[in-house]
C-alpha cells in the first residue's frame, strides 16, 4: 500500500474528515449518542488508517510513541483532576454542580472535561496497542 498513489490520496482526504467526525461525537456526546470513548476510537482509528497506508514507521513519526504514552496518561490526569476541582471547590468527588455559578453549568462543564480526558487516553491506549501489535518482531531484524 505504500507505493500505491490512489489510497495515499484518499487518506490524505480522508483523514481530516474522520478527525472532525471524531470531534463532533466528542461534542455531541452531552446531547445525543456519543462521548469520549468513541471519539478516542474514531480519532485512533485516523491514524491507524494513515499508520496502514504509509507504513508503521511514517506514523510513528508523526505521532511518536512518547506521545501516544503521554495521551494515555494526561487523559487519566484530567478526568482525576475534574474529580479532584470537585472536592476542592467544597463538593465530592466529580460533583459537578460545583464547577461553575449554577448546577446545570456546572454539569456540562464537569461532563466535558471528564469525556475529553475518556477520550484522550481511550485514543492513547487504541494507537499504543495498534503500535505494539503493528511493531512487533521487528527490533530483532
Known amino acids: 500500500m505504500q507505493k500505491q498513489p490512489i489510497p495515499r490520496i ?10 472532525i467526525f471524531g470531534l ?3 461534542f455531541h ?19 491507524i488508517l494513515y499508520a496502514l497506508i504509509f507504513g508503521l514507521k511514517e506514523a510513528q513519526r ?7 504514552v503521554g495521551c494515555s496518561a494526561m487523559g487519566v490526569l484530567i478526568y482525576a483532576g475534574t474529580g479532584v476541582a470537585g472536592l476542592l471547590l467544597g ?8 464547577l ?10 464537569g ?13 492513547g ?7 505494539a501489535f503493528a511493531g512487533r518482531g521487528r527490533r530483532r531484524a
Do not use: C, S
Open 91 to 98: 463538593g465530592e468527588f466529580l460533583n459537578y454542580n460545583v
Open 29 to 47: 456526546g452531552d446531547f445525543g449518542p456519543g462521548g469520549g470513548f468513541q471519539a478516542g476510537v474514531i480519532l485512533a482509528g485516523a491514524i
Open 62 to 68: 508523526v505521532l511518536p510513541i512518547w506521545a501516544v
Open 24 to 26: 463532533y461525537v466528542h
Open 125 to 131: 491506549v487504541m494507537v499504543g496497542l495498534f503500535y
Open 10 to 19: 484518499a487518506t490524505k482526504i480522508l483523514i481530516p474528515q474522520i478527525m
Open 100 to 109: 461553575a455559578h449554577d448546577p446545570i453549568h456546572g454539569q456540562h462543564r
Open 111 to 123: 461532563i466535558l472535561w471528564v469525556e475529553l480526558g475518556v477520550l484522550i487516553t481511550v485514543f
